[in-house]
């Protein structure tokens, strides 16, 4: 079969499965979820030889020691899949949920329900535990999924399908809820992302050129965050003791990921006190440091940052330091250079407080907290199928509920309109 | 200037326009508003002038009657848009509205706060008074618009801005919130939608091409219905003598808009019964008929349908119909050639309802009441900006709150992640 009969026919199968799940009860969709994360578990020296198997093809294609890390299934990650579909068993149902209830003058009775969104495309790079998060969310979510993985973990990938999908259906999975696409080609991308026929949604997890490339070429709507250029600022008003642990961890306690601080910008009131001591601090964590010329003034150690640092994604030990004049600034630096993901205020005036949270524009904004905390497990969502710094549909960590739409359904005793 | 440069600037303004925007309380938005109603009152004269002037081209150019009706603006039309602006000014202000509050145990606080979109792009045809809707809508939703309207429409939409715009700056419109493009250059609206750097969202309000050719074109995300094709569903338990007084409302009492039916479906078991009483009122209300075999089997006066009529949206008295051997089948036809809008089902049997309602994949689906109500004044949400037949970010009729997004605003003492 042609690959865009292959992803047509995927995608059909897809809505019809959709159809089927709209009618599960919730009982025998957590059945489902605990079988599946058996089917993980008891195939799990399966899954470590097949993903033996990528990493050996991975090393030998030369991939970094970061992406190989990334690749890699430890026994603790496969039982951690196994666990996170148990855990999304127990969440609520999110499915058929009453949003509101609207009792109109003529009789009318208009309830807003929570339904499934229907179709979801994952698309995602490395990462082969995604497979089953990604699965175990829509699902619960009431929509069918069609996941298509990173070549460099196909055959991990298919492993953990098979053994879910297997479990899955004698538990009562409808039979095409939950599809991989089993081939590497990219063509069968590019057609998934013409099928708004059937198609809902497609949310890409991966590096930025890959997401920018999926919101570049897709018919159908995209959940998406290109990148995380978090911001922490350091008001004239900090407690200064409170914004150095903030920027500590803001920086240090995982930079490799979207919600770690890229730009520190300091009030020019604190900078020759505040200064000094957090880029000490910030050295004797590793950070390299890249400042405006007030900052190189200040502290010796500090390289030139250039336009380009401002609005870069560093995901490493390297810190960009700007001094502004006032809150005013600190706001529109983070409006024009962010990414609109997670910013922070470290302040004790609540006029500061509020007009910053007021003004930037991004999806989470933070007071006397670190941007770290941008999680979907950290919101108490439960778990979250990725973060978004868009402001159609959903903003910022989605868990559940925002993989879902709503209908009206609307019951009345004959009524026409006048 | 070229228009590439005209439109840029028009969506960095707008985007200016749009943090300006947020910082506005309830009270000065209400004062605009108002001054913006009295800006078209205290413009009547010219604004016919301008009107006249349209209608001139208009049937110079060969417009049809419909569309010189839509182009029209009598007194009563020009009342209307001013009445409107006031009865937004009245409507509760979703900004700033506090959609949950959730106290986490490391004693962050996390509010999700309703803020406006940003910058909303508004492309309509013919009927001038959208002018004074859309701009009236998106301001109280806190955002910044753009509109454009149909170049037949180009002079009533010029005085009509330009009455609502001096008059709103008097009263503290922010001077580029809303903005009206002043070239019939189609080049403007392509670069319009180019334009994601800049807009939020655009909204296509008029035909299905121009809705299709927004969608194709736009990489920034589009609000839109393209069509409705809505049924009437009577069910073998239905009462009769409602289904049609359902049947004639939905489809005759004004047959041109997009909540009309385009199709009856009848159940086999009371087909015999039903059919030739139904059509003869239909057909007395002048209504042409095209139906399936067994309804021709059944009465004389109905002609084929062919395929292509099931998916049609008429906007005019005609009706498909068809006799369906049960509940299953009828939802199988509304999935499958519908267009996802509003669908009807009639019955005492509340089992089938809930079926009914479960399975039919629209934004909206009713029971024993007439589709005619998807509305957003209907609805009880005061005014709409139109209908979604996405399910991405809002569905059905589209009022203030569906214009909105919201942020997460995070307070905390100190926090760091663990």
């Avoid at 200040?298 to 870069?312: S, Y």
């Avoid at 159609?392 to 026409?416: M, V």
């Amino acid at each position: 079969m042609n690959i865009n009969k292959y992803i047509f026919q995927m995608g059909q199968q897809a809505q019809q499965a959709a159809r089927q799940l709209a009618a599960l009860d919730t009982a025998t969709k957590n059945c489902v979820l605990l079988a599946m994360a058996d089917g993980i578990t008891n195939n799990h020296s399966d899954i470590t030889s097949a993903n033996t198997r990528d990493l050996e093809a991975g090393r030998a294609a030369g991939l970094t020691d970061a992406m190989l890390d990334r690749l890699a299934l430890d026994d603790d990650r496969i039982k951690a899949m196994a666990a996170g579909l148990k855990q999304i068993a127990e969440l609520p149902d999110p499915i058929g949920q009453v949003l509101s209830v609207n009792n109109r003058p003529n009789g009318l009775t208009i309830h807003k329900v929570r339904v499934g969104l229907g179709v979801i495309a994952m698309i995602y790079e490395s990462r082969p535990n995604v497979t089953a998060d990604a699965a175990g969310l829509c699902f619960k979510a009431g929509s069918a999924v069609i996941l298509r993985g990173g070549s460099e973990a196909q055959h991990s990938n298919a492993v953990i399908f098979n053994a879910m999908q297997s479990a899955g259906i004698s538990a009562g999975l409808p039979e095409h809820a939950i599809q991989l696409i089993d081939t590497t080609d990219r063509a069968a991308v590019h057609e998934l992302l013409q099928l708004d026929k059937f198609v809902d949604l497609v949310i890409p997890r991966g590096g930025e050129s890959l997401i920018r490339a999926v919101a570049e070429h897709s018919k159908v709507p995209v959940l998406k965050h290109y990148k995380g250029v978090c911001h922490v600022y350091v008001d004239r008003e900090a407690d200064l003791d409170m914004a150095s642990k903030i920027v500590i961890n803001a920086k240090c306690q995982r930079p490799g990921v979207c919600n770690a601080a890229e730009t520190l910008l300091v009030h020019e009131e604190v900078a020759q006190q505040f200064l000094p001591h957090i880029t000490k601090e910030l050295l004797s964590h590793n950070v390299e440091l890249r400042g405006d010329e007030r900052t190189q003034q200040i502290v010796e150690e500090v390289k030139p940052a250039t336009e380009e640092d401002w609005t870069t994604e560093y995901l490493d030990l390297i810190l960009s330091i700007r001094v502004v004049e006032n809150l005013t600034a600190a706001i529109e630096h983070i409006n024009n250079y962010g990414s609109h993901h997670s910013d922070v205020i470290v302040t004790a005036d609540e006029d500061a407080a509020s007009q910053f949270t007021r003004d930037v524009d991004s999806a989470t904004v933070y007071i006397n907290a670190s941007c770290r905390f941008t999680d979907g497990f950290e919101f108490g969502m439960g778990a979250e199928i990725g973060i978004s710094t868009d402001k159609f549909h959903a903003r910022g960590p989605c868990g559940l509920n925002e993989l879902t739409t709503y209908k009206y359904i609307i019951k009345g005793t004959g009524q026409i309109r006048k």
